[in-house]
C-alpha cells in the first residue's frame, strides 16, 4: 500500500512513519468461508438455536388447510387444534440437508393423536418422524418404502401424557436415521436402498417443521448442529442394537 503524495514537502522519514502506520492498520474482518455462515450464532457445542422462545422470526405457520392459529406463548410455539392439521415450519434456507442432529421439546395441549410429527430433509429426499399418531401412541417413520409408520419396521408404540414436555432428538447421516424420545432410542434404520418420502398432507411442513393431527401441542428449545467427522463415521459403522 502506498501513500497519497501530500501538498507540503514533508522529511523522507516522516513519510516512512506515516506509511508504516498505515501498512499496520487493522483489516476489516474477513467474510466467514462458504457455508459457515449459519455457524456464527452456534454454541461452544455446536448447537445453533433455531426457535427464539419470542417471536416466530425464522417461522411460519404451515400452510394446511384448516389450519390452528400458529402462536408464542411462554417461550413455546402453540400449535391450536386444526381441521385436521397444524404446524409451524422453518422459514429459512440454511437447515442443512444431511450429517445433523436436531432437538426439541414438545408437548400435547390437547386431543389424541400425533403432536410433534416432524418433517426433515435426508440428502436430497425427506421423511417425517410421527409421534403419537393413530390414536395417541404410534411412531416411527414415514414413509420407508411407500409404508407409513404404522406398516413399516421402525413402527413403535409409547404412551403419552397430556401436558408433559418430551425431548426428541433426530439424528440424520448419510446412511442412517436414528431417533430418541426422552433417553430412549426408537428408531435405528438404515437407509442405504431405501426409499424415503413424506405423505401428501406433510408436504407444508418442508425443508423441516413440526405439525399435529386434531390436536393441540406446543414445542421449544428447536436446535440444530453439524455432527463431527467422528460421530459420522461412528453412525455409519453401528449396527442396530
Not at 100 to 116: I, R
Not at 146 to 167: C, H, I, L, R, V
Not at 217 to 236: H, W
Amino acid at each position: 500500500m502506498s501513500c497519497a503524495r501530500p501538498v507540503l514537502t514533508i522529511a523522507a522519514a516522516s513519510v516512512a512513519a506515516i506509511c508504516l502506520v498505515t501498512v499496520r492498520a487493522p483489516s476489516p474482518a474477513a467474510d466467514p468461508p462458504a457455508g459457515k455462515a449459519a455457524d456464527k450464532d452456534a454454541d461452544k457445542d455446536g448447537w445453533k438455536a433455531l426457535f427464539d422462545g419470542k417471536t416466530m422470526t425464522g417461522w411460519k405457520a404451515a400452510d394446511f388447510h384448516g389450519t390452528g392459529k400458529v402462536q408464542v406463548k411462554d417461550g413455546a410455539i402453540v400449535m391450536e387444534e386444526g381441521d385436521s392439521m397444524s404446524g409451524a415450519t422453518y422459514a429459512r434456507d440454511d437447515f442443512p440437508a444431511t450429517d445433523y442432529e436436531v432437538t426439541f421439546e414438545g408437548k400435547k395441549v390437547s386431543g389424541n393423536d400425533f403432536f410433534c410429527t416432524t418433517t426433515f430433509p435426508v440428502g436430497d429426499s425427506f421423511c417425517s418422524f410421527v409421534v403419537g399418531g393413530w390414536g395417541g401412541k404410534m411412531i416411527g417413520l414415514s414413509s420407508v418404502d411407500s409404508m407409513d409408520a404404522s406398516m413399516n419396521e421402525t413402527s413403535g408404540t409409547k404412551e403419552f401424557k397430556t401436558d408433559q414436555w418430551y425431548p426428541v432428538r433426530i439424528r440424520v447421516t448419510k446412511n442412517r436415521i436414528q431417533a430418541w424420545i426422552e433417553k430412549e432410542k426408537v428408531v435405528d434404520l438404515d437407509t442405504s436402498d431405501r426409499r424415503l418420502s413424506i405423505r401428501l398432507e406433510c408436504q407444508p411442513s418442508k425443508p423441516f417443521g413440526v405439525c399435529t393431527w386434531d390436536t393441540a401441542a406446543a414445542v421449544r428449545d428447536i436446535r440444530v448442529r453439524a455432527l463431527s467427522e467422528g460421530e459420522k463415521k461412528a453412525a455409519a459403522a453401528e449396527k442396530k442394537d
